[in-house]
Each structure stands twice: as C-alpha cells, then as structure tokens.
C-alpha cells in the first residue's frame, strides 16, 4: 500500500471513532510500558490484567468492553495476532454481576420527553440570536431524534420547507431534512427525514427555522453550517461542534430547572420515547432516527412504553 493511500485509509475513519482509538491506544501502550507487558501483539494475560486494573479503577463495564474491541481492532490494522480475550471477558461478567448486586447501575443521561423540550423552549429568548438557534437546536434535535454529530454537520442546504398543496390554502407540512451521513450510515449514501410542522407556532420546527434563517440572511450568512456559534456579542461565528450542542442542552436543562444534567443525546433518547408513548412502531422510530433495525438501544428507550402496553396483567382483575 502506498503511503497516499494509506492516509486516505486512516482518513475514512470517522474523527470521533480515530479520537476513540488514540485515546484508547495511548491509555493501553502507557499501561503496558509501565507494567511491562508487550503492547502489539499483546496477549491475552495482558489483556486480563488490563481489564482488572480498569476495574480497579471503577470504569463503567460497557468502557472496558471498548477499551478491548480497540486493541483488537488495532492488532487486526497492524495484520498482528488477535489476543485471546476469554479471560479478559470473564473478569467483565463477573465485574458486572458485582456491580448489580451492589446496586450500581450505569449512569444514562435522562431522556428530555416532549414536555422537558416544552420546558426548554420556553427559556429560549425570541428576541436574541442565541435563543433562535437554540430553539431550531432543540426542535431539530428532537425532531430528527438526532445523534450530536448529525446536528453539528446540518447545513443550511440541508433544510427543506415541503408545503401541503391540496385544497385553496397551502400550508406547511413540515421539514425535509437531509442527513448526509450517520452512524449508520458510513458510507455516506445520505437519507432524508421529515419533522411534521407543530401546533403551536413557539413549538413549531418549520417557524423556528425560518426565523433563524432569515437572521441568518440579515447578517449575510445564506450557506454553510446552519448550527453556529454566537459569541456573548451576538455576533454569529462557525459551526458548532459536538461537544458545545452537549453544553447548550445541559445549559437550556440548567436554565428550565430540570434537576437533571441533560445532554444532546437526551434530545435522541427523548423523542424515540415520546413516540413510543405516542404509539409509533418500533419500526417506525427506527426509520425516523436512523437505527439499525435489530438495536437493542432503541430498545432501551421504547421497553419502558412496551412494559406498560403489553403487560400481561394488564387486563387482569382480582
């Protein structure tokens, strides 16, 4: 493989996956060089004994279980042996199953429900450039039941008004938006989503877009990233990263008294369960937020509706 290659190679890893990788890497090597174990290839005693001083050090299981598929992954880069990881897994299950019955249970940032972005939406000042975009965050975010990362990439071109045509009064239907890449979505075929029009015009993605985007134009700005950044002048910058769309939800969370730290991935796990209760299909919260169809965190989010729904006392009486 030539080293133009190559690059192009280690470039198609998507950024946040190749920071998960060298920050993992990194943590593994130094471990190794200071406990002296061989770092690639390592061996599977290595790798037991990596996953017990993680333990050791309180990580969540589910992070260990990363930490193990990136050295994996890094010895099949490297065309090296693949260490055996039996024992390395054993002192997970066993490390879980102590956490269980220590009532331990992994923290998830809470699902921000349609009545928590109501809540959120109502600190968003109308009158400032900062509360117009963090309304058209909340919504789309909602709305697209978006990862961060699909929110942070959304350009302005991205964004389509789609009208209802029948009878004399035409009338917006909602939003077509398009997602040019995602988790699930590697290679980066694209797929559009829509968000129907709200009820009420505070509520409503198709207002709140346009009223940002017509802010927008007034400051010349009619392409590009539609997220951006404000600074505390109201002077609107670039795009806004991952990262600062987790600190503006926690911020709105914060602001509307919620008592709970809110991040972007609450705006997801929110809206699959809004619609659960709702009454979707899993199918369609499937569709609308871009999952795989067999994955078991969208499980997570919609067996809490299915528990109630097909209970089976539900309909028995005593």
């Not at 130094?30 to 290595?46: I, M, S, V, Y």
């Not at 109201?234 to 990263?241: M, P």
């Not at 871009?290 to 009486?317: C, E, F």
């Amino acid at each position: 493989m030539s080293d133009e290659t190559r690059a192009e190679v280690i470039a198609s890893v998507p950024e946040n996956t190749a920071r998960s990788y060298r920050t993992q890497s990194a943590n593994f090597r130094a471990w190794c060089e200071r406990e002296g174990w061989p770092f690639l290839p390592t061996t599977g005693d290595a790798l037991a004994e990596y996953a017990r001083h993680l333990i050791k050090e309180g990580k969540a299981p589910g992070s260990i279980d990363v930490a193990l598929s990136v050295i994996r992954t890094m010895h099949r880069e490297d065309d090296a042996e693949l260490p055996d990881t039996r024992y390395a897994r054993r002192l997970i299950r066993a490390y879980r199953r102590d956490r269980v019955d220590a009532g331990v249970r992994d923290r998830q940032a809470p699902a921000a429900i349609a009545r928590t972005i109501r809540a959120m939406i109502d600190t968003c000042d109308p009158d400032t450039p900062q509360g117009l975009r963090d309304r058209v965050l909340l919504l789309l975010g909602f709305g697209l039941m978006a990862r961060r990362s699909e929110l942070s990439r959304l350009d302005i071109s991205d964004i389509t008004v789609a009208s209802d045509d029948k009878g004399p009064a035409s009338k917006d239907r909602g939003l077509v938006v398009r997602i040019g890449r995602s988790k699930t979505d590697q290679a980066a075929a694209g797929r559009e989503t829509v968000i129907p029009a709200g009820r009420t015009d505070d509520g409503c993605p198709v207002v709140a877009v346009r009223t940002w985007l017509a802010h927008l134009a007034e400051q010349g700005i009619t392409d590009g990233p539609l997220l951006r950044q404000i600074d505390r002048h109201g002077k609107v910058g670039g795009r806004l990263g991952g990262q600062s769309i987790d600190r503006i939800v926690k911020r709105l969370g914060d602001a509307a008294g919620l008592g709970e730290t809110l991040s972007a991935h609450s705006l997801r796990s929110g809206a699959a369960t809004s619609a659960a209760d709702a009454g979707a299909t899993r199918a369609a919260i499937a569709e609308q937020g871009r999952w795989n169809p067999t994955s078991n965190a969208l499980d997570r989010y919609t067996r809490q509706t299915d528990l109630w729904k097909n209970n089976a006392l539900k309909n028995v009486a005593i």
